[in-house]
């Protein structure tokens, strides 16, 4: 249920008040309901490994998709979080897995730089709709390697 609040939160002030902002992956949305074949036909595949809900799972109806390395979690049908661990898939159509840390500046918003290999970018500068969104992405000397792009749970 706490899921669900937050996916109606983010789309009505999305929608009402940040209509630019875009946190995607291959055409796919965090916080916005997809059936699970148009997930597979964004990636362009069937996943190589499905992990259906677990008991121990904070919120129930979560189901991991693994194409490769690279994950969607998908709540209750909602996009909930990308994983990207390959150069395969792009955040925004800007920036990939083995791109330069300097590509994030493209991505406009806010880049905070936490340590020497993290930075954790959010989609626009109006702190309201900034609570809502967990990025990070991870990089060695200055190249990204991997990309965790989702929504924080209230």
Do not use: C
Not at 23 to 46: C, D, R, T, W
Not at 120 to 132: I, Q
Request: aromatic share 16%.
């Amino acid at each position: 249920m706490r899921k669900l609040l937050f996916v109606f939160a983010v789309l009505f002030y999305n929608a009402v008040f940040a209509q630019n902002v875009k946190v995607e992956v291959n055409g796919l949305y965090v916080g916005v309901k997809y059936s699970k074949e148009q997930i597979f036909q964004a990636f362009g595949a069937q996943p190589t490994k499905i992990r259906d809900p677990q008991p121990m799972d904070e919120e129930p109806n979560t189901y991991i998709f693994y194409f490769g390395e690279d994950v969607v979690e998908w709540v209750d049908g909602f996009i909930d979080r990308f994983v990207l661990t390959t150069s395969k898939y792009s955040f925004n159509d800007i920036i990939q897995v083995g791109d330069s840390i300097s590509k994030i500046a493209e991505l406009g918003g806010i880049a905070t730089y936490d340590n020497e290999n993290e930075v954790y970018w959010k989609p626009t500068t109006d702190p309201k709709l900034n609570e809502f969104w967990d990025i990070w992405i991870v990089h060695k000397n200055g190249i990204i390697t991997k990309m965790f792009i989702g929504a924080i749970t209230l």
